[in-house]
């Protein structure tokens, strides 16, 4: 039963961070300061994190690969920090906001007047964008704490729904379309 459920394509680490990596650590700072908690609640606690990131983290990846819902895909996104194409990421949208809001500044030198791109403006809105972000993401985290629970049990009805997709993939021709 245990092999069946745990069996999953080998993937890095990396694939398993979620943004409940950040509510479970407020939870478990939480709980060091309280100091109330029992040893049955940390054990709890400490199963429910590492086996929810898991079973999270396929479901995440499943709903990226075969759903079109936006707010689903948002919601099961991974966060930016541990994406492979993070400076890809950064750059397309230092770009997007240097084409799209372009900033300029005076500069004086003496009697010289020149008007410069403000790099450091376009720099700012990409910091703020991504904070913006990941602050979000960790309030839908909090506000959907069920949705990581129930993604435990909902873990081999996904799996199984993800090798019959992937299956399905794989018998289409590639000069079908999809």
Do not use: C
């Not at 906001?97 to 500044?105: A, D, I």
């Not at 376009?122 to 309030?139: C, E, L, P, Q, S």
Request: charged share 20%; glycine share 2%.
């Amino acid at each position: 039963m245990f092999k069946k459920y745990f069996n999953t394509p080998k993937v890095p680490i990396t694939f398993y961070y979620t943004p409940y990596i950040y509510v479970f650590l407020t939870k478990f700072i939480y709980m060091t300061f309280d100091g109330s908690y029992s040893l049955m609640s940390w054990i709890y606690n400490i199963i429910l994190f590492l086996l929810g990131s898991y079973t999270f983290a396929w479901m995440s990846d499943y709903v990226l690969q075969f759903k079109s819902n936006v707010f689903l895909r948002y919601f099961f996104m991974r966060s930016v920090i541990f994406r492979r194409d993070f400076g890809t990421l950064a750059r397309m949208s230092y770009d997007y906001n240097r084409q799209t809001m372009p900033t300029s500044k005076l500069h004086v030198q003496g009697n010289k007047w020149t008007w410069r791109e403000a790099h450091e403006t376009y720099i700012k809105r990409v910091f703020f964008g991504f904070i913006i972000n990941i602050i979000a993401k960790y309030i839908l985290a909090w506000m959907f704490l069920f949705v990581f629970t129930i993604s435990i049990f909902l873990h081999p009805i996904v799996m199984k729904k993800y090798y019959k997709r992937i299956k399905e993939l794989e018998d289409i021709e590639p000069w079908e379309e999809v």
